[in-house]
């Protein structure tokens, strides 16, 4: 008997305009962590869609215990004993834990066997959890324990997990990971997807490396460094954005006490939120997702009003301002999500153009709109990001995740804003544009305005931050300067572990 | 099996293509529904689409386009409006009630004056009249969150029973011998709605209709107004983050289509039909929505789905009298035009692609 | 004005049966609402329901056939709609008016010839023991069968919805399908059932209008009950017990007011008459509360 549990081979998947997967092909060994590498884009999410039923590939077989592997649907999955943990959590917010985790699996048990089975597999592996509680009600965390466990209850043999930690603490990270080494030494798989390096380096034994859809090499991270790895994923030299040393000027932007209820059912309140921002300087607000970083945003942009004196721009209250009027007076937004937030999907470029650029950039006369103005505007922005579109009557839908959010980002800093706040700029986007991004947002500085970066990676935050403050259940930590801060201390920050205890590990 | 694959932009051609897609498959089940009612199809479809405009008699008949065309088509341009913006006014027969009311009160109000100021005075009413009703679901949308749909719709019922009442009581005529209805208002010289040239049943309702196209396409390609009511009704997030103000589009929309609506009622009152009568209204306020999702919510459009629409009312009078065909068969007809539309639309944002066959 | 020619009981008893058509038709609906699907069209199949209904039973002789022909005849009228939106992804709102429209149009086609003919009778139950008891026997249960039918409907609904796997599912779907159909559940097929059992209850509500309240075929005979029931679901916050209170409520309204008409009430008729269309706009002013499904009205197109 062999002590492989799942071969891939040959396999293909391809989406109109592009090869998500071509030709991939390797193994997992029975109870081995095994970690799939790449940046976005790199076709990891595709490739293991195909192995959890979700998605057919056009070519290639996959064996499982030495038997033909083509699973049709997740259920057929599931059966076969494949569990996965998704990047965007399957949950239904209005229904609580028992409900959900009952709708995962194939045959629950009655509600109440299967509350008793919840509370004890979720203290044994170290991530309680109350079966009676509406998910909508839990953090990010949380919410990935629920989807855990709802692998976990099926005896699985291979975990997929997909990125997980992006919305985990560095401290509830550790605990995650005494988890999978629980289940590790008791003979599942884990196919571990993942682009940060270091804690592949600390978790898993054998990496495959996918590249634009290609397996482009493999290794044993405990023996490899995070550089060549990272070599091995993108292939080129990375490019370091620098910043010419720039005088940090006048406060410019001050948050004064800012609460506000949460705008929706499931929101965060933010609660007595303070800071400053200075021209010249780059404040970073890192913080996993759910947090108050969307209503952070919308309270900044206008889309959310305050009491006035709650935000000051140059001193004047401007809280209980629209968007509109906010733009005029230099403070520019970018949110989170590209598509149906900051863009209109189905509207060409030129129409997202005078989405935000309609003010500043003086697009309309009485109340008509200049279209001639906007298309030049919105040409003037694809030609300086480098944006890979036939033209600006494109639909914002037809650009992929990277060139939408340069455009995105790139029609902000060409209105010359004062004060400019973006949520996640290189979220999902390539490494190449993410750096270019980046480079854009260090530029806009040091000409003298002032950008808040509100992110989940907290690398790219300590790359580009003067100061950093960190977001936690709708309130804001005291900022300090980025340059020194630990690890240790980033995490202790973003509020440490939310309740989690130790994994209770057999003797 | 097929399967529905989203295209990267919209599709030009199908935008254009699917209302005649969907007008030639209406004349084809049409056509199958009238032989099974034991009607000839051919001539059926012939009589309905082809005699009112070419026909010996058609000097007749052709007029009566116009004037069925014009409330239609003034109406689903008021629709387009919100309905484009995602705000759905499905009250507007109540809004045409109400401003054919408060036009012919007007009116009546300065009987037996004659006065070039009485008809002016008329649109005003009227076009406040449906646009005051219209505000009824406009402002508790804005203020309370309640579905303007059913609002809207509610006070459809409540308009035709005012109308009763105004029939039977406030507006009956003095003169009338007990009956209800009010005076004949097309025979009051400074309150008539007449054919402004002789044979064409052109009225300054149908002058009106033509108004509202030019004014509908100059706001919806080229004012700010129209193009976040796009953006809202495609995107609402986006639309906040641009800095729509929601509640400020629902007035506008509603408030428009309720003046047009009404302002419709008004024309419609003191001309073709002349009187306020308990069965004053006939569903021009529903049919208008057929014309708009037929004119693909675009005023040229509308226009050209408003004339087709009248023909079908037109030509479905004729093959009622010379066919037998019955009336219900008219409004299953319209109510097919626009089922087929739905389907076909699909077309714009998706290909048709075979299924996968699956991975051995 | 005589208003001691008002009898308390027969009110009361009358509420019940003016109830029913609505109760049938919101219950359906908020199945299909629970689903994430919005079906305007409850009007138009209502209406079939009712010819179809009134048809069947006048050729067959059989009130109970001509029930069975209204739900099969509103559950087919809806599969249209759900082939529309659940399979050529048009808009919902659209679609739903469609319906309506269309289905208003069917029916006056089918009922022509059936104008001023009487329907079969549909005989009261008379519940053995609680048919007895003084005043609220006559009120509860001395009633057509279809009544009990809509209330046992009202409670299956509910048991199905809280304790069912299947129910838990059809939640799922409606709170979020994307996430749904990422567990592998059959959004499309889950949601075309909902619509068809919708359809399947509005058919029924619209019969019970042709051939026990009335009951009579005339053309537009549900009068804007069809969006009445839809205005009710929402009133009732898609929970399934208080559409009774909905229901009850409406009819209570139109039963009153029909009787102080009938006791000469110097109000104006028409006053009276849109009473219970306004008390339908103060309802839905006064409880825009509770969640809507998740999913609600939003198209859902698997990309795979």
């Known amino acids: 008997m062999s002590d492989i549990l799942l071969s891939l081979n040959g396999l293909t998947k391809a989406y109109p305009g592009v090869v998500a997967n071509r030709d991939v092909t390797f193994d997992i060994k029975k109870g081995e962590v095994h970690a799939l590498l790449g940046e976005n884009g790199a076709g990891k999410s595709t490739l293991v869609k195909s192995i959890y039923g979700l998605v057919r590939p056009d070519g290639g077989t996959m064996t499982l215990l030495d038997a033909p592997y083509h699973p049709g649907e997740p259920r057929a999955a599931r059966a076969a004993g494949v569990a996965m943990v998704f990047q965007h959590f399957s949950l239904f917010d209005a229904l609580n834990v028992a409900e959900n985790i009952a709708l995962g699996m194939e045959n629950p048990p009655p509600m109440r066997d299967l509350a008793a089975r919840i509370t004890k597999v979720s203290d044994d592996y170290g991530l309680p959890l109350d079966p009676s509680r509406v998910v909508g009600d839990l953090s990010a965390g949380e919410r990935q324990r629920v989807e855990i466990i709802r692998c976990l209850l099926q005896d699985p043999k291979l975990l997929i997990m997909d990125e997980p930690t992006s919305v985990l603490t560095p401290q509830e990270v550790e605990i995650l990971f005494l988890t999978l080494r629980k289940l590790r030494d008791e003979g599942t798989a884990i196919l571990y997807i993942s682009h940060k390096l270091e804690e592949i380096r600390s978790l898993c034994e054998h990496a495959t490396i996918l590249r634009l859809g290609q397996v482009v090499g493999t290794c044993d991270p405990r023996e490899t460094s995070a550089r060549k790895m990272a070599e091995m994923m993108v292939g080129t030299v990375l490019h370091v954005p620098s910043r010419p040393a720039a005088p940090v000027g006048e406060v410019v932007l001050e948050l004064a006490s800012l609460s506000a209820p949460p705008p929706r059912q499931f929101g965060t309140a933010l609660k007595e939120i303070s800071l400053t921002v200075r021209n010249g300087e780059v404040l970073g607000i890192g913080g996993v997702a759910g947090n108050g970083q969307d209503e952070l945003l919308l309270a900044l942009s206008g889309e959310m009003r305050s009491a006035a004196g709650m935000v000051k721009l140059r001193g004047t209250p401007i809280g209980h301002l629209m968007p509109n009027a906010r733009r005029k007076l230099g403070l520019l937004t970018a949110p989170e999500e590209r598509m149906g937030h900051a863009a209109a999907p189905d509207m060409s470029l030129t129409e997202n153009a005078i989405l935000t650029g309609a003010i500043r950039e003086d697009l309309t006369n009485r109340g008509f709109l200049r279209w001639a103005r906007a298309r030049s505007f919105a040409e003037a922005v694809i030609k300086t990001f480098d944006v890979r579109t036939p033209g600006p009557g494109s639909a914002a839908r037809s650009l992929s995740g990277g060139n939408l959010q340069k455009f995105v980002i790139g029609r902000e800093i060409m209105q010359r804003p004062d004060v400019l706040v973006v949520n996640q700029p290189t979220w999902g986007v390539d490494a190449s544009a993410a750096a270019a991004i980046r480079q854009a947002l260090l530029d806009l500085v040091a000409k003298g305005a002032a950008v808040i970066v509100v992110s989940q990676d907290l690398d790219e935050l300590m790359e580009i931050s003067d100061r950093f403050a960190a977001l936690n259940g709708g309130r804001l930590s005291a900022p300090r300067p980025a340059q020194g801060l630990t690890v240790e201390e980033i995490g202790l920050m973003l509020g440490g572990a939310h309740d989690m205890e130790v994994a209770h590990v057999a003797a | 099996m097929i399967r529905l694959e989203k295209r990267p932009q919209p599709s030009q051609v199908w935008i254009v293509a699917t209302p005649l897609l969907a007008v030639i498959a209406t004349m084809i089940a049409g056509g199958l529904l009238f032989a099974a009612l034991g009607k000839d199809p051919v001539a059926a479809i012939r009589t309905i689409f082809w005699d009112p405009l070419f026909s010996e008699n058609a000097w007749f008949y052709r007029p009566q386009l116009l004037i069925k065309a014009a409330p239609l088509i003034l109406i689903a341009i008021g629709l387009s409006l919100g309905f484009r913006a995602g705000i759905w006014n499905i009250g507007a027969e109540g809004q045409y009630i109400i401003g054919a009311i408060c036009g012919a009160g007007t009116g009546l109000a300065f009987y037996p004056m004659e006065s070039v100021l009485i008809f002016p005075l008329m649109i005003l009413a009227g076009l406040l009249g449906g646009l005051l009703w219209a505000m009824i679901p406009a402002l508790l949308r804005v203020r309370f969150g309640t579905n303007e749909i059913l609002v809207s719709l509610m006070l459809v019922y409540v308009a035709e029973q005012i109308l009763a009442s105004m029939a039977l009581g406030l507006l009956r005529n003095p003169e009338g011998m007990g009956f209800p209805g009010s005076r004949n208002l097309s025979q009051y010289p400074s309150a008539a709605n007449l054919e402004l040239i002789k044979g064409t049943g052109m009225h300054w309702g149908v002058v009106a209709a033509f108004i509202a196209v030019i004014f509908a396409y100059v706001v919806m390609s080229r004012h700010i107004l129209g193009f976040n009511i796009r953006l809202a009704g495609q995107s609402p997030r986006a639309a906040a983050f641009s800095g729509v103000s929601p509640g400020r589009l629902v007035i506008i929309c509603l408030g428009v289509s309720g003046a047009l609506a009404g302002l419709a009622g008004m024309f419609e009152v003191a001309g073709p039909s002349g009187r306020i009568s308990i069965d004053f209204n006939v569903g021009y306020g529903f049919t208008a929505i057929i014309v708009a999702f037929l004119g693909r919510l675009h005023p040229v459009g509308i226009l050209l789905a408003g004339l087709l629409m009248a023909l079908t009312y037109v030509g479905g009078g004729m093959a009622q009298g010379s066919l037998g065909l019955p009336v219900a068969a008219i409004q299953l007809f319209q109510g097919m035009l626009l089922f087929f539309l739905l389907a076909v639309d699909v077309l714009i944002n998706y290909r048709i692609r075979p299924a996968r066959r699956r991975v051995a | ?304």
């Not at chain 3, 027969?10 to 689903?35: C, D, F």
């Not at chain 3, 509500?205 to 804007?224: D, F, K």
């Open chain 3, 1 to 304: 004005m005589d208003l001691s020619a008002i009898n308390p009981v027969l009110l009361l008893a009358s509420l019940m049966v003016a109830a029913t058509p609505i109760l049938l038709a919101a219950i359906g609906e908020l199945v299909v609402e629970r689903s994430g699907v919005l079906n305007l069209g409850v009007e138009g199949m209502m209406i079939t329901g009712a010819v179809c209904g009134f048809v069947v039973a006048v050729n067959s002789g059989s009130p109970t056939l001509g029930f069975l022909a209204a739900a099969a005849g509103g559950a087919a009228l809806s599969l249209t709609f759900g082939i529309l939106t659940q399979y050529l992804l048009s808009n919902q709102v659209a679609t739903g008016l469609g319906l309506t429209l269309f289905g208003l149009g069917l029916s006056a086609l089918i009922g022509q010839g059936y104008i001023g003919i009487k329907a079969p009778e549909v005989p009261d139950l008379h519940i053995p023991l609680l048919a007895d008891i003084p005043v609220i026997g006559p009120i509860v249960f001395q009633h057509d069968p279809i009544v009990y039918v809509g209330l046992l409907l009202i409670a299956a609904v509910w048991a199905f919805l809280k304790y069912t796997r299947a129910g838990l599912i059809l939640r799922a779907v409606g709170e979020n399908h994307e996430a749904a159909h990422a567990l592998g559940y059959k959004v499309i097929r889950i949601r075309l059932l909902a619509i068809m059992f919708g359809g399947a209850c509005a058919g029924l509500g619209g019969a019970y209008l042709s051939l026990v309240r009335v009951p009579q075929w005339t053309e537009g005979m549900t009068a804007g009950a069809g969006w009445i029931a839809l205005a009710i679901v929402v009133f009732a916050s898609w929970k399934p017990w208080r559409i009774v209170i909905g229901a009850y409520l409406f009819g209570g309204v139109t039963v009153l007011q029909l009787n102080l008409q009938a006791a000469g009430l110097p109000v104006p008729v028409e006053y009276l008459s849109m009473s219970p269309y306004v008390a339908t706009i103060l309802v839905l002013v006064l409880l825009s509360s509770g969640r809507a499904p998740g999913s609600l009205g939003r198209i859902f197109h698997a990309s795979n």
